[in-house]
T-cell receptor, first 119, second 111 residues
């Protein structure tokens, strides 16, 4: 059974940092492109960014609102995806979901972890 | 960036009646590899989203056949042939042809 379990959310002040993790199991993690998607309270879904599998270069793409502040990385030896969030703003408050990409669709989702940015 | 526009914002539907959601992209979603990476997701209250349909019209295993997708180019539709109580939630279209973008969502509720 595919499982994606996010952790690392919490309360942080504006300008602060958080590192989210996503532990994957039940599939070959190293073969998948992985994405982070966020959802602000009561709002819709917003793509944060993705990291390709190492066989495709392991490169990252980030959405404009987070470019220069967020970094996505992966450790295939630990089947874990990371999202490093720096210079956080109040508008970054959201539930952050870890997802796997499969031929152009997001086929598996975690339960999400809440990051709250507030003074 | 590709903008995805969904209509309507809300769709009150009586049980057993059909529902239809439209999704329009700001540019063609046909990828250079010939595929169109348009999918539909369902988010039930309090749950993470799940994919229902990928590449316009392919249902994910286990998704009821009352859900169907159609369209081409820039215009796409999700149809529910007979709405059931468990279909209540928000539906999103998503493109992955160029980057990844979601539509704003359509709330399906029982009238």
């Amino acid at each position: 059974e595919v499982q994606l379990v996010e952790s690392g959310g919490g309360l942080v002040k504006p300008g602060g940092s958080l590192r989210l993790s996503c532990a994957a199991s039940g599939f070959t993690f190293s073969n998948r492109w992985m994405s982070w998607v966020r959802q602000a309270p009561g709002k819709g879904l917003e793509w944060v960014g993705r990291i390709k599998r190492n066989a495709d270069g392991g490169t990252t793409d980030l959405a404009a609102p987070v470019k220069g502040r967020f970094t996505i990385s992966r450790d295939d030896s630990k089947n874990t995806l990371y999202l490093q969030m720096n210079s956080l703003k109040t508008e970054d408050t959201a539930v952050y979901y870890c997802t796997s990409e499969y031929y152009g669709h997001l086929d598996s989702w975690g339960q999400g972890t809440l990051a709250t940015v507030s003074s | 960036d590709i903008v995805m526009t969904q209509t309507p914002l809300s769709s009150p539907v009586a049980l057993g009646q059909p529902a239809s959601i439209s999704c329009r992209s700001s540019q063609s979603l046909v990828h250079s590899d010939g595929n169109t990476y348009l999918s539909w997701l369902q988010q039930r209250p309090g749950q993470p989203p799940r994919v229902l349909i990928y590449k316009i019209s392919n249902r994910i295993s286990g998704v009821p056949d009352r859900f169907s997708g159609s369209g081409a180019g820039t215009d796409f539709t999700l149809k529910i042939s007979r709405v059931e109580a468990e279909d209540v939630g928000v539906y999103y279209c998503m493109q992955a042809t160029l980057g990844l973008t979601f539509g704003g969502g359509t709330k399906v509720e029982i009238k």
